[in-house]
């Protein structure tokens, strides 16, 4: 399975920077670290410097997505092309669930602002229209959540919680020559995306104390 490191830098700001790094990068950071650290304790005339590493898998990387759901104001989803409709999908089960929940693009979408939470579906992790948004939503000090090929691309760079998914896309093929498959384009990453989405809806349905009677009430009687 795959290693990450998650990282907290508290700054001025009562809100810490966070992010992630390959569990093989530790040793590398950990010497610029100490190097910052003798710097800041000259500076400042500190006693210490705190930090702490967690190693963590794929299940975690589900339920940290999971968590940040509950913990948001409101949930704003987005991706572009095939992926995007998979995306709409899991926004739809997100308001079935009694999220406040939009799908970035759409009229009537409106501002993301600290406390919300950004759900962004990119196989590359590179889509131009994607990391703009991230960009904005970082901005507002919003919390990003990604799944991706490519936890390393700019989207999983600015995301506070990664879900990786096996896959290929001719988008990032540096990065995703070692997966074999005959299907064209961003299949694998669509189909998985699909599975993913559903498998956190899954996991808040009794965590919400949700059944199918109680979201099949919240369903479209418009149509």
Same mark, same amino acid.
């Given at each position: 399975?795959? /290693?990450?490191?998650?990282? #907290?830098?508290? %700054?001025?700001?009562? @809100?810490?920077?966070?992010?992630?790094?390959?569990?093989?990068?530790?040793?590398?950071?950990?010497?610029?670290?100490?190097?910052?650290?003798?710097?800041?304790?000259?500076?400042?005339?500190?006693?210490?410097?705190? @930090? *702490?590493?967690?190693?963590?898998?794929?299940?975690?990387?589900?339920?940290?997505?999971?968590?940040?759901?509950?913990?948001?104001?409101?949930? #704003?989803?987005?991706?572009?092309?095939?992926?995007? #409709?998979? *995306?709409?999908?899991?926004?739809?089960?997100?308001?079935?669930?009694?999220?406040?929940? @939009?799908?970035?693009?759409?009229?009537?979408?409106?501002?993301?602002?600290?406390?919300?939470?950004?759900?962004?579906?990119?196989?590359?992790?590179?889509?131009?229209?994607?990391?703009?948004?991230? /960009?904005? *939503?970082?901005?507002?000090?919003?919390?990003?959540?990604?799944?991706?090929?490519?936890?390393?691309?700019?989207?999983?760079?600015?995301?506070?919680?990664?879900?990786?998914?096996?896959?290929?896309?001719?988008?990032?093929?540096?990065?995703?020559?070692?997966?074999?498959?005959?299907?064209?384009?961003? %299949?694998?990453?669509?189909?998985?995306?699909?599975?993913? @989405?559903?498998?956190?809806?899954?996991?808040?349905?009794?965590?919400?104390?949700?059944?199918?009677?109680?979201?099949?009430?919240?369903?479209?009687?418009?149509?």
């Amino acid at each position: 399975m795959s /290693k990450w490191i998650r990282w #907290f830098k508290h %700054n001025e700001s009562i @809100y810490p920077e966070v992010g992630q790094m390959p569990l093989k990068d530790l040793e590398s950071v950990l010497k610029e670290f100490g190097s910052e650290a003798r710097k800041v304790l000259k500076e400042t005339g500190a006693d210490h410097v705190i @930090y *702490a590493t967690k190693e963590y898998d794929e299940e975690d990387e589900v339920k940290e997505v999971v968590e940040l759901c509950q913990k948001a104001n409101r949930i #704003f989803i987005a991706g572009a092309g095939r992926s995007g #409709f998979c *995306a709409r999908g899991f926004a739809n089960r997100m308001m079935h669930l009694g999220f406040t929940v @939009y799908f970035v693009g759409e009229t009537t979408t409106p501002s993301i602002q600290e406390g919300d939470l950004l759900i962004v579906g990119s196989g590359s992790g590179t889509t131009a229209s994607l990391v703009s948004d991230c /960009k904005k *939503a970082k901005a507002q000090k919003a919390i990003i959540a990604t799944l991706t090929i490519c936890p390393e691309a700019p989207i999983g760079e600015m995301a506070d919680a990664i879900i990786t998914i096996p896959g290929a896309t001719q988008k990032n093929a540096e990065h995703t020559n070692d997966v074999v498959t005959e299907q064209p384009g961003g %299949n694998l990453f669509e189909q998985l995306s699909w599975l993913i @989405y559903d498998s956190i809806v899954m996991d808040l349905m009794p965590i919400l104390g949700e059944t199918e009677d109680t979201m099949f009430k919240r369903h479209a009687n418009m149509e």
